[in-house]
Nanobody, 114 residues
């Protein structure tokens, strides 16, 4: 059974940092692509960052501030978020695809105060 569990969200002041974690079970993360999405109230879920093999890509709004990575030994992916802004406030979700099936974590709330 595939399970993704996010952690690390919280309340932070603008300019601060947070590191989100996504722990996977039932799959070997190192063989898969992993994405971080976010959804703010009243808005559609959007892709924030993705890692595939050694390649990464980011939404324009977070380039230079966020870094996606993973530790294959821990079967965990991370999203390091620096220079946070109020507009980064959202629920952040970890996502992967296994055999054409989408798997999502439960989400972790990030709130950035001005």
């Amino acid at each position: 059974q595939v399970q993704l569990v996010e952690s690390g969200g919280g309340l932070v002041q603008a300019g601060g940092s947070l590191r989100l974690s996504c722990a996977a079970s039932g799959i070997i993360f190192g063989f898969l692509s992993v994405d971080w999405y976010r959804q703010a109230p009243g808005k559609q879920r959007e892709l924030v960052a993705a890692i595939r093999g050694g390649s990464t890509r980011y939404a324009d709004s977070v380039k230079g501030r966020f870094t996606i990575s993973r530790d294959n030994a821990k079967n965990t992916a991370y999203l390091q978020m620096n220079s946070l802004r109020p507009e980064d406030t959202a629920v952040y979700y970890c996502h992967t695809v296994v055999r054409q099936n989408d798997y999502w974590g439960q989400g972790t709330q990030v709130t950035v105060s001005s």
